[in-house]
């Protein structure tokens, strides 16, 4: 069995899982790639319903071992009768705990039947110049095992040996307890050229840009894509408790992390 349609399900504020996701299915080398981008609200669908002859990779980042809450909701819309997935997360080089699993069991009740999984290494959203965290990650050889790990789905289907039982995806039940969220959010300074550019990125339309920048920290969820794409380096994350952790895992998990594949 080849596999025909691959479907592409991503929340991706930094456009670091995305990349993954990409290189993944340029190894799976299907006839017909559909891509559902459910980072920004106004392009999740109100349903996204999936043949069960359709292989479907969802992706998401890890926050603190867990999948963000806005990409749990998004992915609710999810509909399947059976069509096989593969969860893949993208953690910031210290652990991805139980964010796999939990994509995973999102799939399962949406009516997926999970054949695989991965968790891959992009640079985390704190890192900056002062606390480097898996710099400028996915790198090429990153790149190169999404595309290796493409080209396995493929194989199994061929062989049909992907259909025998379901994957043993690393985790723990219950999940690991999310971190309270302080009310907080990045912010721009003098530097600002009120270009918009915050305001585009932004997953949950924390950012207002018109005279002036105006942020509602509750909606922050801290993805740091308004400062990734400031080209101007004017949005700064500049919340006490973060830049502490910032530092901690700069100081903690400098060493490299190789990607991990479950088929």
Partial sequence: MSCKKLKMICFSPTRTTRRILDAIAEGVGAEHLEVVDVTRADRVPETCDCADNDLVIIGAPVYGGRIPLTAVERFKALKSCGSSVVPVVVYGNRAYEDALIELADIATEAGFKTLAGAAFIGEHSFSNDKTPIAVSRPDEDDL???REFGKSLVAKLADGSLFAED???PGNRPYKERSPKASAAPISNNDCQLCGACERVCPTA???VGSLVENDPDKCIFCCACVKVCTFEARKL??????EVSQ??????SERREPEVFI
């Fill in 167 to 169: 994957v043993d995806i």
């Fill in 238 to 243: 500049e919340v006490p408790r973060l830049l």
């Fill in 206 to 208: 924390a950012i207002s």
């Fill in 248 to 253: 901690w895992l700069a100081d903690n998990f």
């Fill in 144 to 146: 190169g095992k999404a």
